[in-house]
């Protein structure tokens, strides 16, 4: 039986672990906001981008000249698996259920009998995954410093999955990363982003016929690449709503948990402190007729 | 009355401009050209430049440093990166530059000789660059070729 206070400790410890973790969902909940619109603002830029690029990939397609990035290498042996997750803790199932995804696939891969690489974007994942596959990782992109998640970080990471492409290090890219769905959902989803892939536009009747300047497989050369870091950038900015979302989650849920902790602890601390004034009461009582 | 078309300006990170305009002056990778409305449909890449734009209530410009733009019913064009002309500082467009002048000299040294047309790509975006500054009327910090 613990004392009063050992009790009073504790209450004092969870009260103060209380605040802490409804400061923290606080500054989720802001953070959050700001990734959300940070991911509004780059809706229309992917978006269209996305369209050109599909009707271009279209229309070049099956040629036998279109760009490696497009068409692949032709083998599918290596593959890159970018792995992206956040640089702090405490978020709940958020890193865990990416590396989990991670995971499969690359069981899924080596039982096929291909060569897995990883390329790893964020603490978390890294150190998660280190060791099982820690002989697999070929590099890691660290964002612990970068305040303002920005098209820069993309790109960066971009140069650097094409320059191991272009080096013939790999064959198909993947980036794995979580969609943000709502604050209490977000889904760990896996993209291949070389060869590029496009939801092919079956819209014919709207179809207008461009002109290209230069020609369509240098447009294609040129924008391929962007394209890479397009869909990199709008996967940063998905995964860190989605790491904001599910910490102020997991925050709300610690919050609460800290709550019904000290009312438990309160309860124990009152019936405790009653039982000691009925057996003080006990004493003087006995003692009173004792003389 | 001039008659007006959509135009719109997205950069990666945010969208900078919707509006109705009558002109549209893009530094296309062949060369300007200037888009108006029933503009024949092309989609055109962008090197380092000024992006002209002509509304009804008067004229706005960007340096956009890449990308492409569609011409079509509408004008779309899609700037990898993008400062309204009043906030170009030296500051940034040295960063610019720099930034440019960097890729051009990691390309060289990685240049093996089995695709020289990189290195020239790299030092054709960096003399781009650089006209760009002169033509704002910003100091051109030459970098040393």
Redesign the interface.
Request: net charge negative.
């Given at each position: 039986m613990p004392s009063l206070k050992d009790l009073k400790n504790r209450i004092s410890s969870v009260k103060s672990t209380r605040k802490i973790t409804k400061a923290m969902q606080m500054v989720a909940a802001a953070k959050l906001r700001r990734a959300q619109d940070a991911a509004e603002m780059s809706r229309p830029y992917t978006e269209r981008f996305n369209k050109v690029l599909g009707a271009l990939a279209g229309s070049v397609a099956g040629s036998s000249t279109a760009p490696k990035l497009l068409a692949g290498t032709g083998k599918d042996d290596v593959h890159l698996l970018v792995v992206m997750t956040a640089e702090r803790g405490l978020c709940g199932g958020f890193n865990s259920s990416i590396v989990k995804l991670t995971r499969i696939h690359v069981e899924k891969l080596r039982a096929a009998g291909k060569t897995v690489k990883i390329l790893t974007v964020g603490k978390k994942g890294r150190e998660q995954l280190k060791r099982d596959y820690g002989n697999l990782f070929v590099g890691h992109v660290d964002l612990s410093e970068v305040k303002k998640l920005g098209y820069a970080e993309a790109q960066s990471v971009a140069k650097d999955v094409l320059a191991r492409f272009d080096a013939g290090e790999f064959d198909v890219a993947t980036i794995f990363y979580a969609k943000f769905q709502s604050v209490i959902s977000q889904t760990p989803t896996a993209q291949q982003i070389v060869p590029a892939k496009f939801e092919t536009v079956e819209d014919a009747g709207e179809s207008t016929l461009y002109d290209y300047e230069p020609g369509e497989e240098a447009i294609l050369a040129d924008l391929l690449p962007r394209g890479v870091a397009t869909q990199i950038f709008s996967a940063l900015l998905e995964n860190a709503a989605s790491e904001q979302g599910a910490r102020m989650s997991a925050m709300d849920n610690a919050t609460r948990n800290a709550g019904d902790m000290i009312d438990r602890l309160t309860i124990e601390y009152n019936r405790s402190r009653q039982a000691v004034i009925t057996n003080e009461l006990i004493e003087i009582i006995s003692g009173a007729e004792a003389l | 009355m001039a008659e007006t078309m959509q135009f719109?300006l997205?950069?990666?990170?945010?969208?900078l401009m919707s509006a109705q305009v009558t002109a549209v002056s893009i530094p296309?990778?062949?060369g300007d050209l200037t888009a108006m409305p029933m503009h024949?449909?092309?989609?055109?890449?962008l090197r380092p430049g000024i992006l002209k734009v002509e509304t009804e209530k008067g004229t706005q410009e960007f340096v956009v440093t890449g990308?492409?733009a569609?011409i079509?019913a509408s004008v779309?064009v899609?700037a990898?990166?993008a400062v309204p002309h009043a906030d170009m500082d030296q500051a940034t467009y040295e960063a610019l530059v720099q930034e440019a002048h960097e890729s051009y000299l990691s390309l060289k040294a990685a240049d093996t000789g089995n695709e020289p047309g990189r290195v020239a790509e790299a030092a054709k975006l960096l003399q781009d660059m650089v006209a760009v500054g002169t033509h704002i009327g910003l100091d051109p910090k030459q970098p040393n070729l």
């Open positions: - | 719109d997205v950069s990666p990170e945010r969208s296309g990778a062949e024949a449909p092309m989609i055109t890449t990308g492409f569609e079509g779309t899609l990898e990166k």
